[in-house]
């Protein structure tokens, strides 16, 4: 599932392959977009913005696209065609003489005034990934609904902005924290956001998502997905619950012994 280090990766891929050259393929498979027409226009930069990505053309427009649970853009030569997913799926595809990338299932894709991006993700917390990441802004933001249970207010993008379901498990691990324990009880946010912040740049440069260091599979986590197997630190029974509201709610997997609840 594309958490801010993957979207980050996905970012700088695009980048790579768009930015500088002028669009030759402009094709956009949903029906609000559907006959929206921009090549001619040059790719300025493709910039993530927490889970978010933003194609910057100059001719002002920012193209934006979400990969939720199940999108991803895929890069490849011009000429070739991209067998990554079926055709179906495709819903934008964005090419120049070089380069087309294709994107599969991306959701939300919409056409906006570059400077009209902050309708759309000025709600943001600060980007762990970002070049703007402001760890004292993402505490305070935390700490403004005190009685939230940690594990939901790290997913909540408008406290800080990148965390997925994956981190928000590890770092609540690596940081001995119950995942229900209340904002205002954490000992140390600032630690805990450092954490986040470490986790997901050590990721951000490959596909891989190992917060233990390990890459052995099975131990590439210390608890997510891992329920009913042991913790690799103490060998206590890793659990597993939903937590949130629905439609929210998310599995959360925690070690009873390393992340004990308080009383
Ligand atoms: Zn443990």
Redesign the pocket.
């Known amino acids: 599932m594309p958490e801010g280090d993957t979207v980050w990766l996905t970012a700088r891929r695009l980048h790579s392959g768009l930015a500088g050259r002028v669009l030759s393929t402009f094709d956009m498979r949903v029906p609000a977009l559907a006959t929206a027409d921009l090549r001619g226009a040059t790719v300025i930069e493709v910039v993530a913005r927490g889970k978010h990505l933003l194609t910057r053309l100059d001719d002002g427009h920012t193209l934006h696209s979400h990969l939720k649970l199940d999108g991803s853009w895929y890069l490849c030569r011009s000429g070739d065609h991209p067998r990554r997913h079926p055709d179906h799926m495709i819903r934008a595809r964005l090419g120049n003489a070089d380069w087309l990338a294709t994107g599969y299932r991306v959701h939300d894709l919409r056409l906006v005034a570059t400077s009209a991006e902050s309708d759309l993700v000025g709600h943001l917390g600060p980007d762990l990934l970002g070049p703007d990441w402001d760890p004292d802004t993402a505490v305070t933001r935390l700490l403004s609904a005190p009685a939230a249970a940690i594990g939901e207010a790290l997913l909540d993008q408008r406290n800080l902005a990148g965390i997925g379901n994956l981190y928000k498990c590890e770092v609540l691990f690596v940081e001995q924290v119950h995942p229900w324990t209340p904002v205002g009880d954490v000992s140390d946010l600032p630690r805990m956001v450092a954490t986040a912040q470490r986790l997901m740049r050590t990721n951000r440069d490959h596909p891989e998502q190992s917060t233990t260091g390990l890459r052995a599979r099975g131990q590439q986590h210390w608890v997510y997905q891992r329920s009913g197997e042991a913790?690799l630190?103490?060998r206590?029974t890793i659990r597993r619950a939903d937590q949130g509201s629905p439609p929210r709610q998310r599995s959360t997997y925690w070690?009873p012994?390393?992340q004990p609840a308080r009383r």
């Open positions: 913790c630190r103490c206590s070690c012994t390393c």
